[in-house]
């Protein structure tokens, strides 16, 4: 089975978010750069699917040159080949009109992504890439089995999740507990460094939203505490006025 | 410049979110003018178009087909790319929900739109059209301008009034033919908590972490989000512990929730538990540990052990009553 999965270059979880260049630019100061907690669960569960289907696994990012060690590491982990397309990803649908561009001639019997990215939080490039390639798109997934040619899953819906059967190919944005997050070992890092990388370079496409400039929330008061729940009760009624 | 807005619907009521759409478009018309049109897809109860009136809509769009009861996405996404047409449409208004990313997505390429996610407010249209949206997981805005003609905003909850004095509008039923194609995906079955309130639409969410120590002791949470009305929410090792499902995980990696009010009980605060939490008006903390960062992004909090706490605050919620 050939897998393709479609990795994000973001700053981690912990990061402390600030912008600079009068607010045009993230500050990348200190910040530590991961593939996509999502991301790494669809690369979990590929790396799974592989191993049951002697299947081949390509991952993808839409980047510039600093994205290349978290390619390397997606490598680590066990895709066995990486491609980066050479652009900025400014916008949602430029990153999925690269995605499908490079994948429209090459046959992947699936297609995975995460359920968002955690910079844009946009969930929204799986199922562009689903309708630019006309392929299903199911998100969020948190289960997946392939059987012959036929992909069963579970997809989370508010409240609960749902079942589907689909024909390969199609495209899942996977969350958890699809798979569990993989450890690259140390065999894994060493072959990452001859796995092959290639670089493409993106085609021309114009991008069809902008962001002007980032704002940061305002901050956040202290907090009043309080010692019995009757004093938290009066707050929430005479302070809050919510109950 | 007319608008179309999707509505959800679950078990045939329409969701608050959806509603929430629909005056957040009544509010965009008023900026650019148009009508505010809204398409209904599968069964949906009669009495619950009043409510979309209200809301603002100057038209209602029904198409019954049960086939559409479910979610599926390319069914809906077709239906809804039919009607922009037929409505003259130039910009789709949707609720972000799991199924409204999925149509959205499907439908930017379908409409040639451009879409922004996670809109938190009505755009500025004095120098071309651009709107204010969350990202890094509620850490920070992005003004975002859209260029192209067409526009998709799937708007974020809690961030625009739901109008009641709308007035009536006409719904008209249409009987689009949605083609088997759009059925590949097929659904086979689901797993649904019945009559609890969904968490990502509720107004009051009561959360409870890894310090509650085992799924036994989720009766206190349960019989305090039934005094308040509220969903339930738990941390991220909740979840993956298995004592609480996973739909009820909130954070970086969960559902990511807007209420007016979050109770969290007996949870750190760690920053990807905070991603998720951090759009709530107002947050409580209950927690035994005076230096749970939690304290830190909390309106109003309790230092004490949540087994004492918890079913007191209850009691005084209930005596209100
Ligand atoms: C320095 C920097 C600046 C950026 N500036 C902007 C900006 O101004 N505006 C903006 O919209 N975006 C910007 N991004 C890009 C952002 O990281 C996303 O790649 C892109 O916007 C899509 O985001 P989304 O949230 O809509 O993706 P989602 O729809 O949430 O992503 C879903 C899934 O699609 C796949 N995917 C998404 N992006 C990529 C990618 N680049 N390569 C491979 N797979 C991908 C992943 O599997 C992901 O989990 C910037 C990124 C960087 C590093
Ligand atoms: C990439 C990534 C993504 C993540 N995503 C998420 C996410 O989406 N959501 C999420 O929640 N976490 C997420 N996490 C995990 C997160 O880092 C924390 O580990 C987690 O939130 C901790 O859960 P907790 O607060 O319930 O448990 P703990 O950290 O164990 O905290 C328990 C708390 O309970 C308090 N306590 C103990 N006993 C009592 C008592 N009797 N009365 C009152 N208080 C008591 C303690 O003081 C403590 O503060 C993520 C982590 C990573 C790395």
């Known amino acids: 089975m050939k897998i393709l999965v479609c990795i994000t270059h973001v700053p981690d979880t912990t990061s402390k978010i600030q912008f600079t260049d009068n607010n045009t630019q993230l500050d990348k100061k200190g910040v530590q750069f991961i593939i996509g907690p999502y991301d790494d669960y669809a690369l979990a569960r590929a790396v799974e699917l592989k191993a049951e289907t002697s299947g081949n696994i390509t991952v993808l990012n839409v980047g510039e040159v600093e994205t290349e060690p978290t390619l390397r590491k997606a490598l680590a982990i066990g895709a066995d080949e990486a491609v980066r397309i050479n652009a900025a990803p400014k916008d949602a649908f430029f990153v999925a009109k690269q995605i499908a561009n490079y994948a429209k001639d090459k046959a992947f019997d699936l297609i995975l992504m995460g359920r968002e990215s955690i910079d844009f939080n946009g969930g929204m490039v799986h199922g562009m890439v689903g309708e630019l390639l006309g392929m299903p798109s199911m998100s969020p997934v948190m289960k997946l089995e392939i059987e012959g040619d036929k992909g069963k899953l579970s997809r989370e819906i508010e409240g609960g999740k749902e079942f589907i059967e689909v024909d390969l190919p199609f495209i899942a944005g996977c969350q958890e507990p699809i798979a569990e997050w993989k450890i690259p070992n140390m065999r894994g890092i060493m072959s990452a460094r001859t796995k092959p990388l290639s670089v493409i370079e993106p085609a021309e496409e114009a991008e069809r939203t902008a962001v002007n400039s980032y704002e940061m929330p305002p901050a956040k008061g202290a907090v009043k505490l309080v010692d019995n729940v009757d004093q938290l009760v009066d707050l929430l009624k005479n302070d809050a006025k919510i109950l | 410049m007319s608008i179309l807005v999707y509505i959800e619907q679950d078990q045939g009521k329409i969701k608050g979110s959806s509603l929430e759409a629909v005056s957040y478009a009544a509010g965009l018309s008023e900026l650019q003018g148009g009508d505010v049109n809204v398409l209904g897809l599968g069964s949906i109860e009669a009495e619950e178009w009043n409510k979309v009136g209200g809301a603002g809509a100057n038209a209602i769009y029904h198409i019954g087909d049960e086939r559409l009861d479910q979610g599926v996405i390319l069914a809906h996404a077709d239906a809804i790319a039919k009607v922009f047409e037929k409505v003259g449409a130039t910009t789709l208004v949707l609720a972000k929900s799991s199924l409204g990313d999925a149509v959205a997505a499907r439908l930017a390429v379908k409409l040639g739109a451009g879409l922004v996610s996670n809109v938190v407010g009505l755009p500025d249209l004095s120098n071309g059209f651009v709107v204010k949206r969350s990202i890094f997981t ?110 009820e995980h909130v954070g970086q990696t969960g559902v990511k929730v807007a209420p007016t009010l979050y109770v969290a009980v007996a949870i750190s605060g760690a920053i990807q538990h905070l991603a998720g939490v951090n759009a709530s008006k107002y947050i409580v903390v209950i927690n035994n540990d005076p230096d749970a960062p939690f304290f830190k992004a909390a309106d109003y909090g309790i230092v004490g052990d949540a087994f004492d706490v918890v079913p007191k605050l209850t009691q005084a919620i209930k005596a209100l009553k």
């Open chain 2, 138 to 247: 509620g850490k920070a805005f992005a003004d975002t301008s859209i260029d192209t003609e067409n526009k998709i905003l799937a708007v974020k909850k809690n961030i625009h009034p739901i109008k009641t004095d709308g007035g009536e509008a006409k719904v008209e039923s249409l009987d689009l033919t949605i083609s088997e194609e759009n059925f590949v995906a097929k659904i086979t079955g689901a797993e649904k908590a019945e009559g609890e309130i969904l968490l990502p639409e509720a107004d009051v969410v009561v959360s409870g972490g890894r310090g509650l120590k085992g799924p036994e002791n989720w009766n206190m949470i349960e019989e305090l989000a039934d005094s308040l009305n509220a969903a339930k929410g738990c941390s991220k090792p909740v979840s993956d512990l298995g004592w609480r499902p996973h739909h």
